[in-house]
């Protein structure tokens, strides 16, 4: 299974508290955060309810007649953000449609997710993939792009990277 024609940006160090007026401040919907633990879940959602953000969940431990709903919310715009866990994804593997703009806030810990996440975005239209990491997710990092490259992403002085 490809990565797809996707370009994605991978930003070292940062955090939602500032992705998230870049989120706010876009009129485009389709954004979804894929997060790999539920404690950042828990602390995510807890900021987008402290912003009044128009989002939707998808986890592990949400209600089948809540994950239909808010699937839906989400490909026909009432929502404008997604949470969507590692766990949803590992018990479920839904197909999420709709999304324009991927954040994975943290790495998954399988890496055959992440292929199979960013696939999510094929049949969308000016889509985007963004991977935030910091130098303690070196080892998630080296078993999705290898272990030189992950080594020159996490001491290198840059933020952003780019690949195909």
């Not at 370009?7 to 070292?12: D, L, N, P, Y």
């Not at 309810?49 to 949400?62: I, M, N």
């Not at 404008?80 to 806030?105: D, V």
């Not at 049949?123 to 080892?139: A, E, I, K, Y």
């Amino acid at each position: 299974m490809g990565f797809g024609p996707w370009v994605g940006t991978i930003w070292a160090g940062r955090s939602l508290a500032e992705v998230f007026p870049k989120i706010k401040d876009s009129v485009q919907g389709g954004i979804m955060l894929f997060i790999s633990s539920y404690f950042e879940f828990v602390r995510i959602r807890n900021f987008l309810k402290s912003q009044e953000a128009s989002f939707c969940l998808l986890g592990e431990y949400t209600q089948p007649s809540d994950i239909s709903r808010s699937r839906l919310w989400f490909f026909e715009g009432r929502r404008k953000i997604m949470l969507y866990t590692e766990r949803a994804h590992f018990y479920y593997r839904y197909k999420i449609r709709g999304i324009q703009n991927l954040i994975i806030y943290s790495l998954p810990e399988r890496k055959e997710f992440y292929p199979e996440i960013v696939n999510m975005l094929d049949g969308s239209h000016n889509m985007s993939c963004t991977v935030l990491f910091s130098r303690f997710d070196q080892f998630r990092l080296e078993r999705i792009v290898g272990t030189a490259p992950s080594k020159r992403m996490v001491t290198s002085e840059k933020g952003v990277f780019i690949f195909c």
